[in-house]
């Protein structure tokens, strides 16, 4: 049986802690009022606002009008057009082909009177639209990393059902891990779908979701818009936090009975048990595999509900599932460092650096996949996507293609290094922290937009569940036998050798 | 001197890991053993070094991975920047989502092929190649490990026969 260490137990509750108070700082330094914004903005691009309008006006009376001044004016023009702001790609979409499609404007007086007063509402406009994405910012920074770990737990609930399905003879030594891994999901599901209704029902500023605001399915709202109206079918929060439930619902039933069976096969004078786990793979197999779909439309794609790929579903799948394994991978690593798990080996460790190394492939083919056909063809309504990502998150977007390929790439192709116990670590700590900003670029900039910055509400949404997710963890292990007994495989495993 | 050595032959795959074993600790240097199949194992058994072949084929991928590279550039970039449906041509970075699947395909090239190419050179196969079997067994159910003689002739033959050798033979080597 394994203890959790007095000394984990206190990491733990310091990181929850810690993250808590990062928590509530994000949500006290959000802006509560338009006034708040409108003082960041003119404290910080006064600047730059204030040549702007002086260039426009020494334009307009010079009847000098450059180039890039004129683009300018053209972008101002056409980003006033747009009925909502909420959504950042379709601002952008606009802002990048108006400036391709700017007609040259014959009356240059009347146009640059026009500008100078758009400017103002324009300034209004643009404060509004800063202050919804701040006031996104703490609860998305909370999203990511809250569906971050209980995804993490999915993956490695997946991966469990794959052992049992596939009768793998080299992993039940480690069902116990997989098993602690996984009872994060129940903790983990229940904040996530509380943050889920309370992005619904729009507690505390939350608008993660633009379409979940009744005004833009409203005709008769200048908010209005006729695409998301359009989908409403599908876009609904009632239909949304319902399929919500169901899927994680199954999820935490699917968990409850893996563990349920496998705790009594280790008592079991048959293989009954084992049996029930085997069907209920197979079954969670084929439903995990639908839901998972459906899952990263709602919950991450529609942040974007403008947008629409057809492998995200997949490339979400990839995403996790490595960070999954990684999290396997590391935490027995951790417990075979404290004197548990004899007779996992080193060719177990080396079996799951294999899978971080190929799934860290398989993650980037998808990536790749996705993000060359929406370059190559460079259809103005899907390239938003990239086109924000590009402009506003360069380092995140392009570090993680380093952190999640080149770096597993380069240091797992080794096969003496996949028994290395610091290079699975280190590698494993790179693509965790390397998944976590996938995440992050999933969800950031349709909700935070330009404003992001991994700052105290990010860190302590991250550290607050890392540490509830190493509590429940670490709780779960103490809980059975650290190795199962009466597996059928269990002792092809112990002697298990690559 | 002349080049005798002695062929023991073996029928089954776990004697041949025991005789093996036997004839390191007994300081016997085994020439060569013919198998019909891989048998798990024997090289380590034997103590032979491991294959660089998989290090080989890191290299021949970077090769790949720079013809590509170059080809591309030069072509594309360098010689004659079309625009050819508004790609960026201006330098290689703007467009290199396009040659990416050339550059992945061309790194796996390289790396397959050149490889394949050192283990024939290495293992010297090639077609028409002489045929090295010893005893045309081997290649169906036999195993069958070559020890040089370099002492007494009757005391190796005992010794491999209790190895649980089917047959035990000293043949002249040329």
């Known amino acids: 049986m394994y203890t959790f260490s007095s000394k984990l137990k206190t990491f733990s509750f310091v990181l929850m802690i810690l993250g808590a108070i990062g928590i509530g700082v994000g949500f006290w330094q959000a802006p509560k009022t338009i006034e708040d914004v409108e003082k960041i903005l003119a404290d910080s691009h006064h600047g730059h606002e204030a040549a702007h309008v002086e260039k426009v006006a020494h334009d307009a009376e010079a009847h000098a009008v450059t180039e890039p001044a004129h683009s300018e004016v053209a972008v101002v023009d056409s980003t006033k057009a747009i009925v909502t702001d909420s959504v950042h790609a379709t601002h952008e979409a606009v802002d990048s082909t108006a400036v391709a499609v700017a007609p040259v404007a014959d009356n240059h007086d009347t146009h640059k009177k026009e500008t100078v007063a758009h400017e103002a509402d324009h300034d209004k406009e643009h404060a509004e639209h800063v202050f919804h994405q701040l006031q996104n910012k703490p609860w998305a920074a909370l999203y990511v990393a809250c569906i971050f770990f209980m995804l993490i737990s999915v993956g490695v609930l997946a991966f469990y059902a794959i052992q049992y399905a596939a009768q793998a003879g080299w992993s039940p030594i480690l069902f116990r891990v997989m098993e602690g891994i996984t009872s994060y999901l129940l903790p983990g599901s229940i904040i996530f779908f509380i943050l889920l209704v309370a992005a619904g029902m729009h507690w505390g500023h939350n608008h993660l979701f633009v379409w979940m605001d009744a005004d833009v399915i409203n005709p008769e709202s200048v908010k209005f818009d006729k695409l998301i109206f359009l989908k409403k079918g599908w876009l609904s929060v009632g239909r949304f936090l319902a399929t919500a439930a169901i899927i994680l619902v199954v999820w935490n039933w699917v968990r409850f009975k893996f563990r349920q069976n496998s705790i009594a096969q280790d008592t079991a004078t048959d293989n009954a048990p084992y049996k029930k786990n085997f069907k209920l793979a197979a079954f969670f197999l084929v439903f995990f595999i639908v839901s998972e779909s459906i899952m990263s439309w709602d919950w991450i794609m529609s942040v974007d509900p403008h947008w629409y790929s057809t492998l995200f579903g997949w490339y979400v799948f990839a995403s996790f599932f490595v960070s999954g394994i990684t999290v396997i991978a590391m935490i027995t690593l951790y417990l075979k460092s404290k004197g548990y798990l004899e007779h996992v080996n080193t060719s177990h460790i080396h079996d799951l650096a294999k899978f971080m190394f190929g799934i860290s492939i398989f993650w980037t083919y998808l990536w790749f996949s996705q993000f060359m056909l929406i370059w190559y063809s460079n259809i103005p309504e899907e390239v938003t996507y990239f086109v924000t990502r590009i402009e506003h998150y360069k380092l995140p977007f392009f570090g993680m293609l380093a952190l999640n390929f080149i770096f597993p790439l380069l240091i797992l192709i080794n096969t003496d290094f996949k028994r290395l116990t610091w290079i699975v670590v280190m590698a494993g700590v790179v693509i965790l922290f390397g998944h976590y900003i996938d995440f992050f670029n999933m969800i950031m900039p349709a909700t935070v937009g330009d404003q992001w910055f991994i700052g105290i509400p990010e860190i302590g949404s991250l550290a607050f569940f890392l540490g509830l997710f190493i509590f429940v963890v670490f709780s779960a292990l103490t809980k059975a036998p650290i190795e199962p007994k009466g597996n059928p495989f269990i002792e092809e495993s112990k002697h298990f050798h690559y | ?174």
């Open chain 2, 1 to 174: 001197m002349s080049n005798k050595v002695i062929h023991a032959i073996y029928n089954d795959d776990d004697v041949l890991m025991d005789a093996v074993k036997q004839t390191r600790a007994a300081h016997h240097h085994i020439e060569e053993i013919y198998t019909p199949f891989p048998v798990h194992g024997l090289d380590k058994a034997m103590g032979l070094a491991p294959t660089r072949i998989a290090i080989c084929a890191f290299l021949y991928g970077l090769v790949g991975l720079s013809v590509a590279t170059w080809m591309m550039n030069f072509i594309m970039i360098q010689d004659w920047p079309q625009d050819i449906g508004g790609k960026p041509s201006f330098n290689y970075i703007d467009n290199m989502p396009a040659f990416v699947p050339i550059m992945f395909e061309l790194t796996v090239f390289f790396a397959a092929h050149l490889m394949v190419i050192t283990f024939y050179m290495r293992s010297k196969l090639w077609p028409f190649k002489q045929a090295e079997n010893p005893d045309v067994r081997t290649t169906d159910d036999h195993f069958l490990m070559e020890v040089g003689i370099h002492g007494n002739e009757e005391e190796l033959i005992s010794f491999f026969t209790n190895t649980g050798a089917v047959e035990v033979k000293v043949v002249d080597k040329h």
